[in-house]
């Protein structure tokens, strides 16, 4: 059912770095590309998304690039805190539909 | 604003036994959808609720069920449990239509299978 693949698995930086997580998909109807931040033991939190007609979007410190011949997109997070420290979701569906495929997620680690 | 919310938070059954969670949606939103989330894995779709009817389905045998109330919550019951079945449960709602895409999740149902 996996249409997202998303790397790395984890990744440690160090406070004020730029982690930078990496997500490809498959289908070409997917027009909708949201990022999820999830702490343990809650639920996930939308924090950006991307529609295929731009090619980047930021909010804050957080910034989507979106690469649509590649079928690729990708979170930026600038400034990293210890407190961005949670798993981040790439998902992806497509108009009119409500099942939104994720990526397997990336532990993200800031070291103060 | 209340956002959505879930229970119970956390649940443990025995393999055979039947569970029902409950959601309350986001205020505003008329969507509610259900996914699966194993440990160390993403959340996978199980359905979606719109107008009281079930709209899309995931890869989910049918013991998995739902229900959506004219308030717009939903239940979510799984029939002849597997240890398999122990997952965080999330529910999700967003509003319908529009050309707006967004489903903000609630805290889940952490269910144990013994």
């Given at each position: 059912?996996?249409?997202?693949?998303?790397?790395?698995?984890?990744?440690?930086?160090?406070?004020?770095?730029?982690?930078?997580?990496?997500c490809a998909y498959e289908n070409t109807a997917f027009d909708y590309f949201p990022w999820y931040q999830q702490f343990p033991g809650k639920g996930p939190a939308l924090l950006i998304a991307i529609r295929p007609d731009v090619s980047e979007k930021k909010e804050g410190r957080f910034t989507i690039s979106?690469?649509?011949?590649?079928?690729?997109?990708?979170?930026?997070?600038?400034?990293?805190?210890?407190?961005?420290?949670?798993?981040?979701?790439?998902?992806?569906?497509?108009?009119?539909?409500?099942?939104?495929?994720?990526?397997?997620?990336?532990?993200?680690?800031?070291?103060? | 604003?209340?956002?959505?919310?879930?229970?119970?938070?956390?649940?443990?059954?025995?393999?055979?036994?039947?569970?029902?969670?409950?959601?309350?949606?986001?205020?505003?939103?008329?969507?509610?959808?259900?996914?699966?989330?194993?440990?160390?894995?993403?959340?996978?779709?199980?359905?979606?609720?719109?107008?009281?009817?079930?709209?899309?389905?995931?890869?989910?045998?049918?013991?998995?069920?739902?229900?959506?109330?004219?308030?717009?919550?939903?239940?979510?019951?799984?029939?002849?449990?597997?240890?398999?079945?122990?997952?965080?449960?999330?529910?999700?709602?967003?509003?319908?239509?529009?050309?707006?895409?967004?489903?903000?999740?609630?805290?889940?149902?952490?269910?144990?299978?013994?």
């Amino acid at each position: 059912q996996q249409q997202v693949k998303q790397s790395p698995q984890s990744l440690i930086v160090q406070k004020g770095g730029i982690p930078i997580i990496n997500c490809a998909y498959e289908n070409t109807a997917f027009d909708y590309f949201p990022w999820y931040q999830q702490f343990p033991g809650k639920g996930p939190a939308l924090l950006i998304a991307i529609r295929p007609d731009v090619s980047e979007k930021k909010e804050g410190r957080f910034t989507i690039s979106f690469n649509k011949s590649a079928k690729q997109f990708s979170l930026h997070i600038m400034d990293s805190q210890p407190g961005d420290s949670a798993t981040y979701f790439c998902a992806a569906s497509r108009q009119g539909s409500r099942d939104m495929r994720f990526g397997a997620g990336t532990r993200l680690t800031v070291k103060p | 604003d209340a956002g959505v919310t879930q229970s119970p938070t956390h649940l443990i059954k025995t393999r055979g036994q039947q569970v029902t969670l409950r959601c309350s949606p986001k205020s505003g939103h008329d969507t509610v959808s259900w996914y699966q989330q194993a440990l160390g894995q993403g959340p996978q779709f199980i359905f979606q609720y719109y107008e009281e009817e079930e709209r899309q389905r995931g890869n989910f045998p049918d013991r998995f069920s739902g229900h959506q109330f004219p308030n717009y919550s939903s239940e979510l019951n799984v029939n002849a449990l597997l240890l398999g079945d122990s997952a965080l449960y999330l529910c999700a709602s967003g509003p319908y239509g529009g050309g707006r895409y967004e489903q903000y999740f609630g805290p889940g149902t952490r269910l144990t299978v013994t």
